[in-house]
């Protein structure tokens, strides 16, 4: 009936009306979404627009956010366990400015997914670093941003 991509996008923009309203407010979407990768989309509009009409780096920083922590929040809530998720910390490099909708890559679902796992069975906080691209494909095949977060994990206690 409905594609994964069009049901994570519909999961994603509920977590943000219910849980983070300047998630939903920005409105990304999930074009691609599997055990290996995500990818995100946010569209450059009136909302997500600077005074040089590219994106906003608050913007920007989103996109990361959910790229790397959607994979997450699906491997826990297929889990039953509840699992809190944080970034512990984002560094961003600007590359050049986005002048069009952007595309937020990450491709270590995988590892994320067995990061998940650990922090159920070993009931200890774990970390991983997990690496995003900003793409504008209309624009250039070159990132114009590329994010470090610390993702964090921990199996909350009964």
């Known amino acids: 009936m409905f594609s994964k991509a069009t049901l994570a996008t519909l999961y994603l923009r509920y977590f943000g009306i219910s849980k983070i309203p300047l998630l939903f407010f920005v409105r990304p979407s999930v074009e691609e ?3 290996d ?3 995100i989309k946010i569209p450059l509009k009136r909302r997500t627009k600077n005074h040089l009409k590219s994106m ?5 920083a989103i996109g990361a956010d959910c790229a790397a922590g959607l994979i997450a929040m699906q491997a826990i809530q297929r889990s039953g366990e509840r699992v809190s998720l944080v970034f512990k910390d984002m560094n961003a490099r600007f590359l050049q400015r986005a002048e069009g909708d ?3 890559h990450c491709t270590q679902g995988k590892q994320i997914i067995e ?12 970390q991983m670093l997990v690496k995003v691209k900003a793409f504008i494909p209309k624009m ?8 470090d977060l610390t993702l ?4 909350k206690s009964e």
Do not use: C, N, W
């Not at 990061?115 to 774990?126: G, M, N, P």
């Not at 964090?152 to 199996?155: E, F, N, P, T, V």
């Open 115 to 126: 990061l998940v796992d650990t922090a159920i069975t070993s009931q200890e906080r774990v």
């Open 33 to 35: 979404l599997s055990q």
């Open 152 to 155: 964090s994990l921990k199996k």
């Open 37 to 39: 990768q995500v990818i």
């Open 102 to 104: 952007v595309f937020f």
């Open 140 to 147: 250039s095949e070159d990132p114009v941003a590329e994010f």
């Open 56 to 60: 906003y780096f608050g913007a920007l």
